[in-house]
């Protein structure tokens, strides 16, 4: 009678796990979670009994054979796309013991009969292929699934700092401005109203009888639309002498650099070291859209992601520390923009 209970619901248990693995296999490691779930418990019932019938035998090696190809086709898929060394390390481990699952999931199917040791050793595979699993998705979120990625996840919005707006021109021009996503638009200075419209006098904005050095404004935006590939290293100590170095090589002027100064050496954790991405015009454009009438000779939007080294390696694992820096033109009439993001 115990051979019998155990036996019918490990087949039981293995049907439903191997129905779940399969229509969760999108899911990244959840599939094969749930999969070596079943063939662990199935497992158990084959140490309790020692055997188990044909039946049993095969549905237990047919939920460990299929989640162990799963795990086996996901982990190599995520180690072909160039994970970080903690991600690639936790995929070997998942690798590994899927094919020790594989071969003697297909050993049961095939003998349909196992004694204790054999089925001691599967449950430790299986067991070894959850937790394996479960580090993997602690880890690593770039390829989903697992309930804990969010602690990795890389934001899908978040605040974009300050970008102020400065414009030059030899001749008092009027000017207006909009964004194509305004929908974005969390504060800004003067107030937008379906744009800005103002007289720009002696390069000073003048606008419902007040006048602002830059129009600023804050917003959401996505940290995905940026490119990671070079970064500045941004110390703890005398930040505020390396922020004015950089963006001097960057041609902004005394007023701007002082003005990013400013707002960025308070704005960032001073315990902490940052790695500072110049986002260029093309990749602002696309983030927050601008419409400036007329249209000035000269553009120049540089928004600064500023990251952890953790989150740059998600980010992009290749980063490197040299880049190259392309400076403001100032040609007559001209619009610079300088903002920037956090991504922890």
């Not at 796309?81 to 590994?96: N, R």
């Not at 595979?125 to 969010?150: H, K, M, Q, R």
């Not at 959401?220 to 970064?231: G, I, R």
């Not at 000035?296 to 820096?325: G, H, K, M």
Request: with cysteine.
């Amino acid at each position: 009678m115990k051979k019998f209970i155990v036996t019918t619901l490990s087949v039981a248990i293995a049907v439903v796990m191997c129905f779940h693995s399969a229509t969760q296999v999108y899911k990244a490691d959840e599939g094969v979670m749930s999969g070596n779930s079943g063939s662990v418990i199935t497992t158990g019932g084959v140490i309790a009994v020692g055997k188990v019938a044909k039946v049993g035998g095969a549905l237990g090696g047919a939920a460990g054979v299929g989640s162990d190809i799963y795990s086996l086709s996901h982990g190599l898929t995520a180690q072909s796309s160039g994970g970080k060394v903690v991600q690639a390390s936790l995929y070997g481990i998942d690798l590994t013991f899927a094919m020790c699952g594989l071969a003697i999931g297909i050993a049961m199917i095939a003998a349909a009969s196992i004694t204790i040791v054999p089925g001691a050793m599967i449950a430790t595979f299986t067991i070894g292929g959850v937790i394996a699993s479960i580090l993997t998705g602690f880890f690593n979120s770039e390829y989903g699934g697992s309930v804990l990625d969010s602690w990795f996840k890389v934001p899908e919005d978040t605040n974009a700092y300050k970008p102020n707006i400065y414009f030059y021109n030899d001749e008092d021009i009027d000017i207006s401005v909009s964004f194509g996503k305004d929908n974005l638009l969390k504060k800004t200075i003067p107030d937008y109203r379906n744009g800005w419209s103002f007289s720009l006098i002696d390069n000073v904005i003048n606008m419902d009888g007040q006048q602002y050095s830059y129009l600023f404004y804050e917003s959401l935006t996505n940290p995905k639309l940026f490119n990671y590939d070079s970064a500045f290293v941004i110390s703890r100590e005398n930040r505020a002498d390396t922020f004015r170095e950089i963006l001097t090589a960057y041609n902004f002027n005394e007023q701007e650099i002082e003005d990013f100064v400013e707002f960025w050496t308070v704005k960032l954790d001073p315990n902490k070291v940052y790695l500072m991405f110049a986002e260029g015009t093309e990749l602002v454009d696309v983030a927050m859209p601008i419409n400036v009438d007329p249209v000035p000779n000269s553009i120049t939007r540089i928004w600064f992601a500023f990251t952890s080294t953790q989150a740059a390696e998600v980010l992009n694992p290749d980063f490197n520390l040299n880049p190259v820096i392309e400076p403001v033109v100032r040609d007559g009439y001209t619009m610079v923009e300088w903002g920037g993001f956090i991504v922890e």
